[in-house]
């Protein structure tokens, strides 16, 4: 079974930094993307970073230049870097992948999140 954890989540003041972490545990046959998501109260869910196999990396304007997503080579670990954090970044933040575990077959896997707290 595929499990997603995240960490690094926690409280810290407008124009601080983060670095939440998400490690995969479980085997797949190949892994189409993995990154981060983010849901504040009353609002959609959203994409922040999101990272494909090919290396290709697509942000959300609203975090661009000042977050930043990383991977290990196998994707059993990948990051988020967050500076100049603001008030509108609290959230709770979701890691999330897409892969196959056999040909034809493909579904989407969540972690539980790790709340980010920025206070006005």
């Known amino acids: 079974q595929v499990q997603l954890v995240e960490s690094g989540g926690g409280l810290v003041q407008a124009g601080g930094s983060l670095r939440l972490s998400c490690t995969r545990s479980g085997n797949l046959l190949h892994i189409v993307s993995m990154g981060w998501y983010r849901q504040a109260p009353g609002k959609e869910r959203e994409s922040v970073a999101i990272g494909t196999s090919g290396g290709s990396i697509n942000y959300v304007d609203s975090v661009k230049g000042r977050f930043t997503f990383s991977r290990d080579n196998a994707m059993n670990t990948v990051y988020l870097q967050m500076n100049s954090l603001r008030p509108e970044d609290t959230a709770v933040y979701y890691c999330?992948?897409?892969?196959?575990?056999?040909?034809?077959?493909?579904?989407?896997?969540w972690g539980q999140g790790t709340q980010v707290t920025v206070p006005s």
């Open positions: 999330a992948l897409r892969g196959y575990d056999a040909p034809g077959s493909w579904r989407d896997y």
